[in-house]
């Protein structure tokens, strides 16, 4: 039998650079961020291959080394999959071309190609997580991004070590109780394929161990997913992160928890088995809900940009968490795409947050002034148009998945977190309209004295980085726009089992 | 009875303003060239939406599908009767706030002219894409840019004041959005279908009075904000530190009115009047209209600083045309709608005028305007025909609006609101006429050597007074308003067209 080999490329490009960027660096350490960039850019051109093959010819199964599963490991790149990986590549991609500029002013020069090698790896990890089709292979995987990731927060400012440990505790505990799941469940059906799982457990029901398992693994994940209470670990590693490991990781980190949720949730257990049986979807709904409010709560009183961001990322998770909570289509729908529309802002506004970092040295919301709208023009667009996304106006990503998000509770007669996500909408307009405010505006005479003081000059970000930033702020307009293409063509094809 | 064909006119003169805006900014070096953009962008979407009245008045309805913003929901422009009706308003007055801003910003040398020169446009492109919104989706994608469009012009000085008004206008539109978004998803839900259609979109769909009255709820509050009903409405008044021409345009016109606009779309083009009378919707209506009526103006009363009390008026002018939908009725339904229009030329002279004292006199207390009718004739000459309209008096067409809602409330047997009418009549000429009779018949201080303001403002001002006084006369004027309201009530109640 032929096999597209097309497939399982995504994962080996990031594995086969994480593995030569310390190879040829080691005499010219120049060469470590152009491949870095060139592997991210073919995995990127080879996932949005994928997503056109699948769109066309439907799943695709990739037996490794053409071992049938049970017994062989199996990569399946179903519209779901193919999705995520084109969105986490296209994403990484454009993060990495913005990152060459701000690594080398925030990371030591001896630490640079090891970054790079790390942030391959942690591709690698993202990349395998969504793609594999075998239970303990997503563990393998999961490890792989965890362990690259605590490297990657560890390289940044003073307290970032401490950040990093706090992720390592965390982490492990998440991967330990994934495994541990997975270990159950595997002494109960003999199998760790994904689909062959889904197929036993179909035709046993409520046995406790099977209970158990799925709890054990919805836990461990969402560790990593950083769902609420879960998410201890998120803002100090957001924060002390280098610029370039944050932008990375917030747009994409954290989804591969969601997405391994997701996957299990519905494709292995089933629709049935976790909204009826054993309705955990409730569970992870309300949590959601509590991690909406509660992020942007917290959201509200930082005054560093880059720790605003990382709560927000608590409380946006939510909103993915709670589109798998609803468990219907529109729900799901909205998830998914706030995967996508989610890395769009959230890529945004941590770019910015470099930008203001490489320029003013800082991301202080307190010490921001309206002389940055006049340094950095552009930058403060993007960021406008980001907040904007965030809060969910229209015609930007962020309203559209509001939209999706309020049908879903709608069908399924959830008032409260209908509530909820509207509430959540207003209190970003607080967090976000506070920094506008000060970027923007400054009451006349305070501005007359600052003027006279300092005249703002031109400062703008160079090319490298700001294009990228530019990139993003577009992407959440036009992606907002032709929303429903994407919904028609792609995302009504990721539901699961029994909600088609 | 209707009859679409497929046009760019309406996407057009939606976009006109917003391709304006990229030239207003280019341009912010050479002032003169940078208002000439402002001034042609103006005209031409007059120009435009005056080119779809013979149409509209045909029951010929101009319309363009444009893509799926969401799924079975297109991203539509349509210019029905009322569309027209409305966006001819804004886009005419448009062009006297235009020629007034200019000698409004130069005359106080105003900073950053070139953002207020570009959210102005981006308002009335927002202001026009409401007026022709096809359906709810469409609706919401403009009225938030709206929203957010007109922030930066209410915080204009950036002083401590301008900025909380800021702050709280925010805080009640952004709300408002999310109530109109949960509405039109829930909508969407029951239906499946959010176009307006006259009449009523539920038609054939049995609903309970347990969906029926919070969705309206919802749409009430959603709508609401920006019509300003109370208890929703102290906004409108902290707004009023935004520069006069924005409170002139925006805050009598293009944000308030799309408000009111809302207000009857979402009666008769999504609930209907079945529904309305079936579940009671409209005694809800009526009475939160009633009140803000009768408290708006007597708020309005107790107003020492000038803007604050015409914020107040139009509050409560406002809600005459929540109550012109709200009873339900033809007759009530077309002065409601007249009401639109004839406010609309009424309520910016009279802001105008504030304006004018301003600049040229740097008084903005009605306890300061003591004789000033002697240095500025004209001006105040304008401010009395502002006030006598609004008092409902003829021959300003505030009299006609009053007419038919007075009428309507008769047909529609709610004489009570006839009598809250009458009242509100009382209660405008007691706030209004006291200004009139300060600036013409008592002795002022410190206004030798003050001249009229400079014609920049002063001719914006009397035009439209001059049309208020036209209209009144003579409804059906230039632009067949009396017809275009005939035809939108006969498509809501049937009739004869």
């Known amino acids: 039998m032929m096999q597209n080999n097309a497939v399982a490329l995504t994962p080996l490009i990031f594995l086969f650079a994480g593995i030569v960027i310390p190879l040829v660096a080691i005499k010219i350490r120049r060469l470590a961020y152009p491949v870095a960039l060139l592997a991210s850019l073919s995995a990127a051109a080879v996932s949005v291959y994928n997503l056109a093959a699948v769109l066309k010819a439907g799943t695709i199964n990739y037996f490794f080394g053409g071992w049938l599963p049970p017994i062989g490991i199996e990569y399946v790149l179903d519209p779901l999959s193919a999705f995520m990986i084109t969105v986490i590549n296209n994403i990484a991609f454009i993060v990495l071309i913005h990152s060459g500029k701000i690594v080398e002013k925030e990371i030591p020069k001896h630490r640079i190609v090891p970054y790079y090698a790390l942030v391959m790896l942690f591709l690698t990890g993202c990349n395998g997580i969504v793609m594999t089709g075998d239970l303990f292979n997503l563990y393998v995987f999961l490890e792989i991004s965890s362990l690259s990731l605590y490297g990657i927060i560890a390289v940044g400012e003073k307290k970032a070590p401490v950040a990093a440990f706090r992720y390592l505790i965390m982490g492990t505990l998440g991967g330990g109780f994934y495994l541990l799941g997975v270990g159950f469940l595997y002494i109960f059906t003999g199998s760790l394929n994904m689909a062959d799982v889904a197929g036993i457990l179909s035709s046993l029901g409520a046995q406790p161990v099977v209970i158990v398992a799925l709890s054990l693994m919805v836990l461990g994940l969402g560790i990593k997913m950083a769902i609420f209470p879960l998410h201890s670990w998120l803002p100090d590693a957001y924060t002390y992160a280098p610029s370039a490991s944050s932008s990375i990781m917030a747009p994409i980190g954290v989804k591969i928890g969601a997405y391994g949720i997701l996957r299990i949730l519905f494709f292995v257990f089933g629709l049935k088995f976790v909204t009826q049986v054993f309705p955990i979807t409730q569970v992870i709904a309300w949590l959601s809900a509590a991690a909406i409010i509660y992020g942007s709560i917290m959201a509200m009183a930082q005054d560093e940009m880059k720790r605003m961001l990382a709560y927000s990322s608590i409380s946006q998770i939510g909103y993915i968490g709670l589109g798998i909570g609803l468990a219907n289509p529109f729900g799901i729908i909205g998830a998914v795409l706030h995967v996508l529309n989610h890395g769009l802002m959230k890529a945004c506004l941590f770019l910015v947050a470099g930008n203001f970092r490489i320029k003013l040295g800082h991301s202080k919301i307190s010490e921001f002034d309206d002389t940055l709208r006049k340094k950095m023009p552009w930058t403060t667009t993007a960021f406008v148009v980001g907040a904007l996304a965030m809060i969910g106006i229209p015609p930007t990503v962020g309203f559209f998945s509001k939209w999706y998000l309020a049908l879903g509770t709608i069908q399924n007669k959830s008032w409260h977190f209908l509530a909820v996500i509207l509430v959540s909408s207003l209190l970003n307009a607080v967090y976000f309209f506070r920094v506008i405010e000060k970027i923007f505006f400054k009451p006349l005479a305070e501005r007359k004295k600052a003027q006279e003081d300092s005249p703002p000059g031109r400062m703008e970000v160079a090319l490298s980085m700001l294009v990228p930033t530019l990139v993003f702020a577009a992407a959440i307009l036009a992606f907002g726009l032709l929303n429903t293409i994407l919904v028609k063509g792609i995302l009504y094809k990721v539901l699961p089992p029994g909600l088609l | 009875m209707q009859e679409i064909y497929s046009s760019t006119v309406p996407l057009l003169a939606v976009m006109v303003s917003l391709a304006a805006v990229p030239l207003i900014i280019l341009s912010s070096r050479k002032p003169n060239l940078r208002e ?405 018949f008592r002795r002022g201080q410190g206004l030798k050597d003050h001249h009229e303001a400079s014609p920049f403002l002063v001719v914006p001002l009397v035009l439209t007074a001059v049309l208020s006084v036209a209209f009144g006369i003579y409804p059906d004027l230039f632009f067949k308003f009396f017809k275009l309201t005939s035809r939108v009530a006969a498509g809501i109640f049937g009739g004869v067209l």
């Open chain 2, 36 to 440: 000439f953009w402002t001034i042609a962008a103006s005209v031409a979407k007059f120009g435009l939406v005056l080119s779809l009245l013979p149409g509209a008045l045909q029951g010929r309805v101009a319309s363009i599908r444009l893509f799926e913003i969401v799924p079975n929901v297109q991203l539509a422009l349509k210019a029905d009767a009322f569309g027209v009706f409305f966006a001819l308003v804004a886009s005419c007055l448009w062009i006297f706030t235009s020629f007034y801003s200019i000698g409004y910003v130069r005359g106080l040398d105003e900073h950053k002219q070139t953002r207020y020169f570009s959210y102005f446009a981006v308002c009335l492109s927002a202001t026009i894409g409401i007026a022709f919104s096809a359906n709810l989706v469409t609706f919401i994608l403009f009225y938030e840019i709206l929203t957010i469009a007109t922030y930066p012009l209410i915080i204009h000085k950036e002083t401590k004041v301008a900025i909380h008004a800021g702050r709280k206008y925010l805080a009640y539109t952004l709300t408002a959005g999310v109530f109109l978004i949960a509405a039109a998803a829930w909508t969407f839900q029951l239906n499946g279908n959010l176009d307006f259609v006259s009449g009523g979109l539920f038609q054939g769909h049995t609903l309970t009075a347990g969906t029926i009255v919070p969705l309206f709820f919802l749409f009430l509050i959603g709508v609401g904000v920006k019509a300003s009903i109370m208890p929703l409405h102290s906004w409108l008044p902290t707004a009023m530190a935004a520069p006069t021409p924005v409170s002139a345009l925006l805050h009598a016109v293009a944000v308030v009115k799309s408000g009111v606009f809302g207000v009857v779309r979402v009666v008769a083009f999504v609930f209907g009047p079945v529904l309305m009378r079936q579940f009671g919707l409209n005694i809800i209506l009526m009475v939160f209209a009633g009140f803000t009526i009768l408290v708006g103006s007597l708020l309005a009363l107790k107003q020492d600083n000038l803007k604050r009390r015409l914020a107040y008026s139009t509050i409560a002018h406002l809600s005459y045309i929540v109550l012109g939908a709200g009873l339900v009725g033809s007759t009530a339904l077309i002065g409601g709608m007249l009401h639109i229009a004839f406010h609309a030329t009424m309520k910016i002279t009279l802001f105008f005028c504030a304006g004018a004292i301003y600049v040229n006199l740097n008084r903005e207390n009605i306890s300061d305007l003591n004789g000033i009718g002697k240095v500025m004739p004209w001006t105040m000459g304008a401010f009395a025909v502002g006030s006598i309209g609004l008092s409902g008096i003829p021959p300003v067409n505030g009299f006609i609006s009053k007419w038919y809602l007075g009428a309507g409330a008769i047909e529609s047997g709610y004489v009570i609101f006839l009598v809250v009418l009458v009242l509100s009549g009382i209660l405008n000429a007691a706030y209004f006429f006291p200004i009139v009779h300060r600036a013409f």
